[in-house]
Every structure is written in C-alpha cells, then in structure tokens.
C-alpha cells in the first residue's frame, strides 16, 4: 500500500516549451500533495504545497505563475513548468499525504521525474 | 521544525547491523521523528516514524532515547541495496501535519 507514481520519468525539452508532470497516489487518497525539488549533490527543497480543490501554497523564492500546480482529485496533483529554461533542469519529486485508516500518518514519495532542458 | 544533526557518512559491512544517530535536542512534545531514505536517482523512501516509544517495523527499528533528545535508527543486517542518504526529521504530527524539511541526512555505504 501507500504508492505514489509520478509520469513522465524523465523528460527533455526545449528552452521555451511546457511540461507537465503528473502525479498519482494509487491506492489511498491524498487531500494534500507536496512538490520538491533537487538538484545534483543537493537535498530535496520544497517547492509547494497542493491542496485538493484549493491553490497552491508557495515556498518563499518559488514563482507561482511559472511552476503551475493542480489539485483536481483526491488522487492526482499536476505541476507544469511554464516556459522551461536550462536554470530548471532539476529532479522534481512529489509526495502524497496519507493518513487514512490502515496506513499511517505519514508522507509517501513518488519516484521523481528528471527534467532537462536544452 | 526541529533543528537534526546527523553524521555526513558512515560506513557498514554487509551483514552487519548500522546503527545511524540523530541528535534532536530541541524536539518539542508533539513533535515525531521521522526517517527517510533516498537511493541515488530515486525518490525518497519512507522507513519509520515514532514518538516516544520504540518502533521496529520490517525494514528498521527506532530507538528513542527516554529525553527524546536523539535516536538512532538500526537496520538488523545491511544489504548492499542499503546503500543511500538516510535523513532523519522531526516533525509534528497529527492536525500539524504538514511539509518535511530535508538536512544533509547520512550517507551510509555498505560494503562486501
């Protein structure tokens, strides 16, 4: 139980281009998901985050207009790199809350999407 | 969040317990500690949590001092597969749930 996917695994783009990436809890419902980022040598930094039908909250140095991020169900949260630059070429991660009966209070973690951009 | 002092690196032979310490000396009451572990390229993995009491699930076992003021978790017999970054997060849980803050966590190497 408590899994957590995230789609693509890794995506190249060009500079100037969208991405999305997905993602899913499985098999338990997430009111609230997070969006970390890393960069090599790095820890994860939080960038965001999702609330189920709610915006998004913002880490302080994270532009919201360029790192969109959807809540839409209990089981999927979106984000998108607006107008990619090489600058956000990194191993974005998210996580998914779970606190349901049978699985313990804790936060599950996808298994990251790697993003370059050229 | 309270503040986690972890080493940078420890190494462990295959078959060995590794012992990994945490220092949390500011932990507040409803504050849990949590750890995580991240093998390289992947995300993080979560391995146990605990509050005041001893916890052993089936990958790890957490020992919490009686002053909460450190832990240590101990993985029975490391495998090489073991080898990653362990963090170590205090964190409240409950109603205050919310985001995890990363350190530098411990490197820990298992090696033949």
């Known amino acids: 139980g408590a899994v957590v996917s995230q789609h693509p695994s890794w995506v190249i783009c060009k500079s100037g281009t969208s991405v999305k990436i997905e993602c899913r809890s499985l098999?338990?419902?997430?009111?609230?998901m997070f969006w970390y980022r890393q960069f090599p040598k790095q820890s994860l930094m939080l960038m965001a985050t999702s609330n189920e039908g709610s915006k998004a909250t913002y880490e302080q140095g994270v532009e919201k207009d360029k790192f969109l991020i959807n809540h839409a169900s209990l089981t999927l949260s979106t984000l998108t790199v607006t107008s990619a630059h090489p600058e956000d070429s990194s191993f974005y991660i998210c996580?998914?809350?779970?606190?349901?009966?049978?699985?313990?209070?804790?936060?599950?973690f996808g298994p990251g999407t790697r993003l370059l951009v050229l | 969040d309270a503040k986690t002092t972890q080493p940078p690196s420890m190494d462990c032979a295959e078959g060995r317990a590794a012992n990994l310490p945490c220092n949390h000396s500011?932990?507040?009451?409803?504050?849990?500690v949590y750890w995580y572990r991240q093998i390289h390229s992947q995300g993080p993995q979560y391995i146990i949590h605990?509050?005041?009491n001893n916890e052993t699930n089936e990958m790890a076992s957490l020992i919490i001092t009686e002053d909460r003021k450190s832990s240590t978790l101990i993985l029975p017999h490391a495998t090489l597969r073991d080898t990653a970054v362990y963090y170590c997060i205090v964190h409240a849980g409950g109603t205050s749930y919310g985001k995890l803050t990363f350190g530098q966590g411990t490197i820990l190497t298992v090696h033949p």
């Open positions: 996580s998914a809350r779970a606190g349901l009966a049978g699985v313990r209070e804790t936060q599950y």
């Open positions: 500011t932990i507040s009451g409803n504050e849990y």
């Open positions: 098999d338990f419902q997430a009111t609230t």
């Open positions: 605990g509050l005041k």
